[in-house]
């Protein structure tokens, strides 16, 4: 990322400035050491094994990857280390909220959590406008309600307006568009209700319908333009006398809910509640007022707080308080109830800042710890971070950012399954929401990784590439191994790495070709592909 | 440990996401059956898993867009609706295709056709999803394609090649190993003319095993810590990855190793050589294979434009076919040829025919299904299903009765919610006999 200096710099500028736009917001620190305090008196006592803090090369990696999905640069690193101030780790969380790419990165992420359930391809066509739109929102620290509220509410053409994302990924169709909203932004799977009583939980098969009974207007048509086609997420208020046929998924003025018995049945007229306070809005009402009126109820129920502070907790600690992380609800039961419940309640009183809410998490104890492998059930949790892989979009940049591979512009920003970023999601990209221990990597990847021809370029030394100029500036090789280490793994080698690499270098006898094959080796290395 | 494309890359035990009882019984046998975890009953259903995967394979012959039944094995010579196409005798008397499949006329004996296929989605979208997967998309459950299915229930572990394998580039909603993950995901092959991606070394053959040296003794710095399991599986899967791109076996994707007369047999084309490569595959212990013909979206001129689709896939199909046999491979490949549906009895002003569900057809043969047949029955006018409608479920669960495996073996989706491969249908037995 070439820009990656210079918008610090212009960032540092801007931070010193102080600009304090929520006054009254809870505190980050002492919300954040309350929350260590709940979880170690929910969870912990005197024999508990507690990783300790962890280093600033791991720490510096860690928020880079987890904020901004990108490598720190060798000179960022080498700053960091050496800067003796007691609040550094405060203060580069703060630079890097500020800067776009903390949009973009979080975008990307819920571009994946709403895409990787879409039930026709063709919804990618809204998968750019959601990430430039929302990366925007995100940047200019819109809260989360407000952000959510524009997904449930959304009308317009899906390639312009990125809050259709949802409605789009799911076609329009009322109940499976009602799924995504609960499980997205409530964590709460009600849809398993549709077809009968949830099996676990106390959702009734009337109390999903009358959730899916606030989407019945809303429809998906498509927008045929002079050169491009594109789709348009619009909510109906006029309908003819014809009842809607089977699979027809016109709006149609009220949900039904199918008879089971009788699926060519109409089925029972339902009126749109909320299933968590039981509001309801009268027959008759219309698509905005319906989808507007859900909004508003949805966002101010501490479900939706919950299940996001614990989505961004399981991201960034590695394990979250309920997992999997859309699958929460009053029947189960979080691993540290009086810490999630802080946390949400302060994450609502700081007005859904999600910057916030990310500088409190970092700020945490449990944020900062040393990485242990991910704990066997059982165990006790936050004992120490978790390794985590990197999303399909961070690992990208950071071996075009080690490599110093510079993405090219889209030719043409509409075709988003065309472009490189697309095709390394292909291989690499998973559904953010499951557990990460049930993804698995897969040997397209490694081959990816060990063998994709434009990688394999930067790594094989040239004048116009990254390796061929550190092997011109830097003539000692100690020095040029550490380069690489910091451009690749944010660390030092170990004195064993080192003398083994010097051993390698000698055995190999061409200069050029042992750093070839140590950059290779250090791209195709595991700790390249996770964060610690 | 083996090399294995589609299994075992999870080396880890996957808490949260049981995924069947194959990876069980995988998993058991990596930890050493660890003591009360599994009971006698299931490890007799084990052995009784293991004894139905036999070498079965499957090769699905897609046409996406919808070919014209009319045009293809269900020609209506005799009515308005069958327009201008003419139909040919074949090798089974008494049994008409159309005239645009001359060279599958002469294997009508290895072939049934299904003339009354029947389902209601008419949206291609979601008839491609439903024709592989046997669902409709639902949000909420990522259903296994056809394929990953298959490779999970019966694919060779052992195999050093993927057990799925798609030729002909990314297929819109086809699907992939959805809930079973990756590791059942197809290995897509953009041609059959050239290797698959990235398997080709960057580096010649001595300095490449250098450098996975080099890169395996690098690693015990965070072995040592946090990143134990991550390393030992990310060990394993470079093992794994290098020793397929080294072996002898990547000569499967390697057409120029066929004798140049046989090339000439299957015709020329990407589908030709996809056909080709299918069989290669198969041979080489592949479990199921794809090859995807495209265009067959006629809603103008489908007269023409099928007899150019028809005249690209006709000689291989019948070579595919033919070659198998020779081989001795045919009874143990079954080879289904469909696409997302049919197109429409009336012939549109632009001489085309529409989307149409409701009456289509399907060609299967090999894997034991008895050949020279024709299973159900349209009206006159091929509008109306008459005789045995065969919904998608059944076609469904009659390709996994052929591959022998139980359609009602129930996956667990990962939110704990219990999917059979499929839902309801019942085999048609009439294929059998």
């Known amino acids: 990322m070439k820009n990656r200096l210079t918008w610090l710099a212009v960032i540092m500028t801007v931070s010193f400035l102080g600009i304090a736009a929520h006054a009254a917001q809870p505190s980050v620190e002492a919300t954040a050491r309350r929350v260590d305090a709940a979880i170690a008196e929910e969870l912990f006592d005197d024999e508990t094994d507690l990783a300790p803090t962890t280093d600033d090369e791991t720490f510096l990696r860690r928020v880079w990857l987890d904020l901004v999905g990108d490598l720190p640069s060798p000179e960022e690193q080498t700053a960091f280390v050496f800067d003796l101030s007691p609040k550094k780790r405060q203060r580069v969380v703060r630079r890097l909220l500020e800067s776009p790419y903390y949009g973009q990165n979080w975008a990307r992420y819920w571009r994946d959590v709403v895409f990787s359930r879409t039930l026709e391809d063709r919804a990618y066509l809204a998968a750019n406008a959601m990430e430039a739109d929302l990366s925007r929102q995100l940047n200019a620290g819109d809260g989360w309600d407000r952000i959510a509220s524009g997904f449930i509410t959304a009308k317009g053409d899906v390639k312009e307006n990125g809050s259709t994302a949802i409605v789009m990924a799911q076609d329009g169709r009322t109940e499976e568009t009602t799924a995504e909203i609960s499980r997205i932004f409530l964590g709460i799977q009600i849809q398993c209700a549709q077809c009968h009583d949830h099996p676990y939980d106390r959702w009734k098969r009337e109390q999903f319908h009358e959730l899916a009974a606030f989407f019945p207007r809303v429809g998906v048509r498509p927008l045929r333009g002079m050169t491009q086609r594109s789709f348009e997420v619009f909510g109906s208020n006029r309908f003819g006398r014809k009842q809607r046929k089977n699979n027809d998924r016109r709006p149609q003025a009220e949900h039904f809910m199918p008879d089971l018995n009788d699926p060519t049945a109409k089925g029972t007229k339902i009126q749109p509640k909320f299933f968590l306070t039981s509001a309801s809005l009268p027959w008759g009402s219309t698509d905005a007022e319906r989808r507007s009126k859900l909004a508003g109820w949805l966002t101010s129920n501490e479900w939706f707080s919950i299940a996001l502070v614990n989505r961004m907790w399981s991201e960034l600690v590695g394990e979250g308080f309920y997992e999997p992380v859309d699958d929460l609800g009053p029947d189960r039961e979080a691993s540290a109830p009086k810490a999630v419940k802080l946390l949400a309640n302060q994450f609502r009183k700081s007005d859904y800042d999600l910057k916030w809410l990310l500088k409190t998490i970092c700020q945490t104890e449990a944020y900062q710890r040393e990485s242990r492998p991910r704990h066997k059930s059982g165990k006790t949790p936050f004992t120490a971070n978790v390794p985590q892989r990197l999303r399909s979009d961070p690992l990208m940049n950071a071996a075009f950012s080690a490599l110093e591979i510079e993405e090219m512009p889209e030719k043409s920003p509409r075709r988003y399954r065309k472009n490189v970023r697309r095709q390394f999601a292909e291989i690499f990209g998973y559904d953010p929401s499951t557990p990460r221990d049930s993804v698995t990597a897969s040997i397209p990847q490694m081959l990816a990784l060990m063998n994709e021809p434009q990688i394999n370029r930067a790594i094989s030394a040239s004048r116009s590439n990254v390796l061929g100029r550190l092997l011109e500036e830097i003539g000692d090789n100690d020095q040029l191994i550490v380069e690489l280490y910091l451009r690749c793994l944010s660390r030092q080698p170990t004195e064993e790495e080192l003398s083994l690499l010097l051993a390698y270098g000698e055995e190999v006898g061409d200069r050029r070709e042992a750093f070839e094959d140590l950059l290779w080796s250090l791209i195709n290395s595991a700790e390249f592909r996770y964060r610690k | ?433």
């Not at chain 2, 024709?131 to 409709?136: A, C, D, P, S, T």
């Not at chain 2, 030709?272 to 479990?287: D, F, I, K, N, Q």
């Not at chain 2, 012939?347 to 090999?366: Q, T």
């Not at chain 2, 299903?385 to 990962?414: K, Q």
């Open chain 2, 1 to 433: 440990m083996n090399p294995r494309l589609q299994h075992h890359t999870n080396i880890a035990i996957r808490r949260n996401q049981v995924v069947g009882r194959r990876d069980f019984l995988r998993q058991m046998s990596a930890v050493g059956l660890a003591a009360g975890a599994c009971n006698w009953t299931e490890v007799i259903r084990a052995s009784a898993d293991e004894l139905r995967s036999r070498g079965m394979a499957c090769v699905l012959l897609w046409m996406q867009g919808g070919p014209s039944q009319y045009e293809t094995f269900s020609p209506k010579p005799n009515h308005s609706n069958g327009g201008e196409t003419k139909a040919i005798s074949t090798s089974v008397p008494g049994i008409q295709i159309a005239e645009n499949l001359p060279y599958c006329a002469k294997v009508m004996d290895k072939m049934a056709i299904v003339r009354s296929m029947t389902s209601k989605e008419g949206n291609h979208q979601r008839a491609t999803y439903l024709l592989h997967h046997g669902y409709l998309p639902m949000g909420s459950v990522k259903f296994p394609t056809l394929g990953s299915n298959v490779a999970h229930q019966i694919g060779d572990a052992a195999n050093q090649l993927p057990s799925y394998v798609r030729i002909g580039n990314r297929l819109a909603n086809s699907g992939g190993g959805g809930f079973l993950g990756v590791d059942y995901d197809p290995l897509i092959l953009s041609s059959a003319n050239r290797p698959p991606e990235n398997t080709t070394p960057t580096t010649g053959r001595s300095r490449y095993e250098r450098r996975l040296k080099l890169l395996s003794s690098l690693q015990n710095d965070f072995a040592s810590g946090s990143g134990a399991q991550v390393v030992a599986d990310g060990r394993k899967l470079v093992t794994s990855a290098s020793e397929m791109i080294l072996s002898p076996s990547m000569a499967a994707f390697d057409l120029e190793k066929e004798p140049a007369g046989l090339r000439t047999q299957y015709g020329e084309g990407e589908f030709a050589s996809g056909c080709m490569m299918a069989r290669r595959l198969v041979e080489h212990g592949v479990t199921f294979v794809e090859v995807v013909s495209r265009g067959w979206d006629t809603h103008q001129d489908v007269f023409s434009r099928t007899r150019d689709l028809t005249a690209q896939v006709d000689q291989p199909i019948a070579t595919l076919i033919t070659d198998l046999k020779q081989r001795g491979m045919l009874e143990k490949t079954l080879v289904v040829w469909m696409g997302e549906f049919g197109r429409s009895p009336r012939v549109n002003a632009r001489s085309g025919r529409d989307h149409y569900p409701k009456a289509f057809n399907a060609m299967l043969a090999g894997g034991g299904v008895s050949g020279g047949q024709v299973v159900g029955s349209t009206n006159a006018g091929g509008s109306e299903v008459t005789d045995r409608p065969v919904s998608v479920n059944d076609l469904f669960r009659t390709i996994y009765h052929t591959l022998g495996i139980d359609a009602d073996e129930e996956n667990i989706s990962s939110i704990g919610r219990p999917i059979k491969l499929v839902d309801g249908g019942k085999v048609v037995e009439e294929l059998f006999s």
